[in-house]
């Protein structure tokens, strides 16, 4: 059994109260920004990170030593060569993808296994999809995943050059959405083997080759399907979906049907957390999770935001109201460009 | 696990990168210099073998889609304007991985990763699981040879797309060597590179023993494999 033993989050969320669900205004983009973080912080927010976990799952200096370390994300370095590009004009300055892990490897102490997983926005929940198969097959026994995404112009202009942004806010399932709002976020995940409130029980990757940028309902519903027997239950079982939920207009639509189809006879909750802290991409498999956890230890799980009207072709209402946290089996879905799908279980049990 | 096939397509650039397009099968309108370098290697390796659709894919490459990157970096930084959207979208790892998948018809796992060394051991647990894997290495160098150099250093410039074909024992699976004793270890100086499995694999020696930085292993060839 794998459990999650531990994690931590630093998000726009952590920016306060007030301004936690609003993102901000860059150039003219909405943006959700973690305040007061430069590009050459790049190594210390994943390394702060990578520490609150460490001391929240409570790591021994002799634990972490054989601890592997699983980066997922989808931009790795651009921040940082964007920094060179602005302030030199120097392109691609900072090569070597696997040198993330390596620093943060070496900074926190961790001498495991390592490797750095880059497929769009299911890079981290793909790492937490690896982890736990490579805990079952007994060649790892622990890992610390880390989601990383951070602020780059790159994601903001390649989404805005597919027409891909909202104006204002992420609306998902909404008859009025207009797209994505990206964020910046960095958390980390401990999967280990010492018993815990949470269980990653399923999870499955699958890739649609239908088309690069828009996913099919159907494969959408068979990487659902594989993951939930992957946890050795059925679609009844799921309490509630934590949604891809971009606010785009055809990725809403292809995972809407893909939820109808699958759960005909009983649709579970369904949750979208993106309107709290943007797309964060490539680390949004262990942002949404961590977020998700956290609700849950808190008894409570919030509503979905910025849903006003039922769109005809989604078909699909996310929760309106707060719900209470239950025990019991929570689907996650995460779907990314290049038809890159994965969903994870979490069994949830004090 | 089994090795079944393997291609090495190793560059030494000279003067320019060359027109990979010319080697495929199958041309794809928006691939670029990496994705070309990526469907050579993989179509070198599979040549007319059916993968099973479940089949996992690993894509293993330090710095990705080097040129579109610098290409979009260029047109964002330096031209400020926005960047072609398939330029951008190249510059994504995952889209590789679907143009493989694409043309491999395979709609298994598909990861992009760091190193041989960090893939190997993700495939050899789709291997357990009785999956066939398709794993390569794939290395692109800077178009501006000039760049190539400030970046890289002095050293030969050499463009890359090396590939196994793995998959679990079966009997009607025919392989060429079979990787044993695979163990990982806590992080230590390397003896040998991945380039020196793919020059063991067309060689004429019977075995070789891979001391990595993280992981060992041994190769055995068996008879005309």
Redesign the interface.
Known sequence: MIYIEGYALISSLANGVEESVLPIDIDGVKYYKISDIEPLEYYDIIEKVVRLVIEEAELSQEEL??TALFIGT?SAKLPL??HH??ES?E???D????EV?QII?QRVGV??????????C?SSS?ALI?VK??ME?G??QRAVVVGVELYN??SI??F???MLLSKNSIKPFDANRDGIVLGEGVSAVVLGKKKSAFELVGGA?????TS??SPHFE?LKEVMSQAIQSANISTKDIYLIKAHATASIQNDIAEAEAINLLFKDSKPHILALKPYIGHTMGACGTNELTLLLESLKQGIIPKTINFKSMDKECNLQPNLKELEAKEGYYLLNYF?????NSSLVIKYGV | MYICAFSNITEIVKDKLSYKKALLDRKFNRSDNFINLTLAGVQQCVKDRELPKDSSIYIASENGNINTTIKVLDSIFIQKKLPMPFNFLNTVNSITLFYVAKNFNIEGKAIFTDSFESALPQAFVDVAQGKTVLLGVVTEAISDLELHKKRFGDKEIVESSRWLLLSPKTDDVKAMASIEEFKLQTYTKAEHSQEELFTFLESEEEMFEFRGESLSFRVLKFDGG
Request: proline letters at 0%; charged letters at 15%.
């Open positions: 030593h054989n989808s060569n964007e590009a602005k004009g392109l691609l300055k090569l070597y993808m696997s892990s490897a001498n495991g296994y390592r490797t750095i997983i880059s497929t769009a299911t793909n690896q198969e490579m097959s060649l790892i112009e790159l202009n390649g805005d050059s597919f990757i699958n890739v649609d080759t690069v940028t494969n990314g460009f290049g038809g890159n």
